[in-house]
């Protein structure tokens, strides 16, 4: 199975800060990577695919980067209603598998 | 608007059975591959199983295999997780999900149903 390693586990950040978000696979992946938004007591929402198209209706201050093994999540300027937490996925072979994710908190 | 509904969750003794369904609306079901993707409490997420569009063909996460099975109904909509032999560890949130084909992210998912393993 395909491991996936993210840093940092949780961060605290302020509004208007840009933040950064990693995620390492254990093999090669191409660009078979996904990012996902997840409130409390929500449901996850996709916000990024295929490591840096943005979905529909995503704000553009997130962004994606990277391919191989290393990918890259990137706030451009932290908003309230960005505190959630983070968890790439990797869709290149099954099983599919999620990074342990990252808590976005308020400093 | 595409929707997906679970129902079918509950508290379940160890050993026993429980069968989730995930309606589906706005959308043309049969063409997309569906998932089940759990989360324990306080955890994170873990995929479990696939099927694809006509049901011919299905994948699963190793610790459920042989004792989960993930079916479909494309006359209702519907998408099924079958499972069996729950144990404890088995205590989660499932959410169906939506693939998006091309990109093979989730784009869609349910709410979730609460399953709780239990004596």
């Known amino acids: 199975d395909i491991q996936m390693t993210q840093s940092p586990s949780s961060l605290s950040a302020s509004v208007g800060d840009r933040v950064t978000i990693t995620c390492r696979a254990s093999?090669?992946?191409?660009?078979?990577l996904n990012w996902y938004q997840q409130k409390p007591g929500k449901a996850p929402e996709l916000l990024i695919y295929a490591a840096s198209s943005l979905q529909s209706g995503v704000p553009s201050r997130f962004s994606g980067s990277g391919s191989g093994t290393d990918f890259t999540l990137t706030i451009s300027s932290l908003q309230p209603e960005d505190f959630a937490t983070y968890y790439c996925?990797?869709?290149?072979?099954?099983?599919?598998?999620f990074g342990q994710g990252t808590k976005v908190e308020i400093k | 608007e595409v929707q997906l509904v679970e129902s079918g969750g509950g508290l379940v003794q160890p050993g026993g059975s429980l069968r989730l369904s995930c309606a589906a609306s706005?959308?043309?079901?049969?063409?997309?591959?569906m998932h089940w993707v759990r989360q324990a409490p306080g955890k994170g997420l873990v995929w479990v199983s696939r099927i694809n569009g006509d049901g011919s063909r299905t994948n699963y996460e190793d610790s459920v295999k042989g004792r989960f099975t993930v079916s479909r109904d494309n006359a209702k909509n519907t998408l099924y997780l079958q499972m069996n032999s729950l144990r404890a560890e088995d205590t989660a949130v499932y959410y169906c999900?939506?693939?998006?084909?091309?990109?093979?992210?989730?784009?869609?998912w349910g709410q979730g149903t609460l399953v709780t393993v239990s004596s």
């Open positions: 996925q990797q869709s290149y072979s099954t099983p599919w598998t």
């Open positions: 999900a939506r693939d998006a084909s091309s990109s093979r992210s989730f784009d869609y």
């Open positions: 093999q090669i992946i191409s660009t078979y």
């Open positions: 706005g959308f043309t079901f049969s063409s997309y591959w």
